[in-house]
């Protein structure tokens, strides 16, 4: 008898990914390999990263580059936006970039997603975010890390708003 083995739905239904909604995502890259310690690697998927986000109507109130994955929040600024559609777009354009510059190295299949709901705090959502190269030990402040940022809106006027 030949069963397929059905995965765990692990994500909401598409609809809560649709519209002006904030999503927390931490993308790895397979068996742990630390492509992120390259300035030009992190150059070209920041810049595929603004693309994606100005052709698809959404910013990213932050991004970090950790030495094997990435974190970042994407948000909808338009009611027809679908994030996990320009979630898949970046791990195809990035991972066709791996796939001919860094033979072997590869994204894991999934990600990790969190919908940032109205009750909770987008500045304590982006400064635990940029508190993770703390957390690591690379650096003693966010602000010495290089390999963060934010497109489409300024990472300083976000920070401003935690109380």
Partial sequence: MNTKIKEKQHRLPREFYIGEVSVYLTMCIKDKVCLFSDTEVINIFTNILKNVAKKN???IPVYCFMPD???MIITGTHEDVDLLKIV??????TGFWMSRNRIGV???KDFYDHIIKKNEDLPTQVRYILDNPVRKGLVSHWQEYRFKGSIGCDLEDILSAIV
Avoid: L
């Fill in 57 to 59: 109507k959404c910013i």
């Fill in 69 to 71: 994955h990435q974190h």
């Fill in 88 to 93: 898949t777009g970046y791990k195809q354009k």
């Fill in 106 to 108: 590869r994204w894991q």
